[in-house]
Nanobody, 125 residues
Framework: QLQLVESGGGLVQPGGSLRLSCAASGFTLETYTIGWFRQAPGKEREEVSCIDSSGTTKYADSVKGRFTISRDNDKNTVYLQMNNLKPEDTAVYYC???????????????????WGQGTQVTVSS
């Protein structure tokens, strides 16, 4: 059974850091494009960052310079390091996997086949 499991969410004060993990089971992440998305209450799901099989990365403007996506193929896991967190980063964060090998510059939410269940990130003092 193909599965993605996110972990690492929680409550953090503004300016703090969290590292989210996206662990895969049932398939190897190495050849997939992996994306991180988030959805805040009352808002649409939005792309945060993604990384393709070659290690090329993309970030939303709102997180550039604060978030870093990386992958550890030996652990079959992708990470999202989030620094200098802001209250507007509060959301449920999801990871997703796409095997369509689409150019990372144009890959969209609809190109992802597998999704995790999400992990809550709350940034509040």
């Amino acid at each position: 059974q193909l599965q993605l499991v996110e972990s690492g969410g929680g409550l953090v004060q503004p300016g703090g850091s969290l590292r989210l993990s996206c662990a895969a089971s049932g398939f190897t992440l190495e050849t997939y494009t992996i994306g991180w998305f988030r959805q805040a209450p009352g808002k649409e799901r939005e792309e945060v960052s993604c990384i393709d099989s070659s290690g090329t990365t993309k970030y939303a403007d709102s997180v550039k310079g604060r978030f870093t996506i990386s992958r550890d193929n030996d652990k079959n896991t992708v990470y999202l390091q989030m620094n200098n967190l802001k209250p507007e980063d509060t959301a449920v964060y999801y990871c997703a996997a796409s095997d369509l090998n689409i150019n990372i510059a144009i890959v969209t939410m609809w190109d992802y086949d597998y999704w995790g269940q999400g992990t809550q990130v709350t940034v509040s003092s």
